[in-house]
Nanobody, 120 residues
Framework: QVQLVESGGGSVQAGGSLRLSCAAS????????MGWFRRAPGKEREEVAT???????SYADSVKGRFTISKDNAKSTLYLQMNNLKREDTAMYYC??????????????WGKGTLLTISS
């Protein structure tokens, strides 16, 4: 059973930075697609960024140049570095994964989420 546990959310002022972490229960030296998704109040869930097991990344246009997705295979941890945060980044952020595939892919494992609130 794959488990994903997010951490690092909180309340940050606009313009600030924060890093989210996602601890994975599987061996990250294998093949997989992982990503960060978010759901803002009153909106549908959207993909923020994905990373392939070989390190290939993709980003939503709304976060390009501000967010960076990365991973540490040895620690089985996925990260999302967020800089120049805006109020519209306020959302619940979810870590997700699908094993044995390359990105892009529909995710089938999800964490419970970590809340990020941006204040002006």
């Amino acid at each position: 059973q794959v488990q994903l546990v997010e951490s690092g959310g909180g309340s940050v002022q606009a313009g600030g930075s924060l890093r989210l972490s996602c601890a994975a229960s599987f061996n990250m030296y294998g093949s997989y697609c992982m990503g960060w998704f978010r759901r803002a109040p009153g909106k549908e869930r959207e993909e923020v960024a994905t990373i392939d097991s070989d390190g290939s990344t993709s980003y939503a246009d709304s976060v390009k140049g501000r967010f960076t997705i990365s991973k540490d295979n040895a620690k089985s941890t996925l990260y999302l570095q967020m800089n120049n945060l805006k109020r519209e980044d306020t959302a619940m952020y979810y870590c997700a994964a699908r094993l044995g595939v390359r990105c892009p892919s529909l995710m089938n494992y999800w964490g419970k989420g970590t809340l990020l609130t941006i204040s002006s």
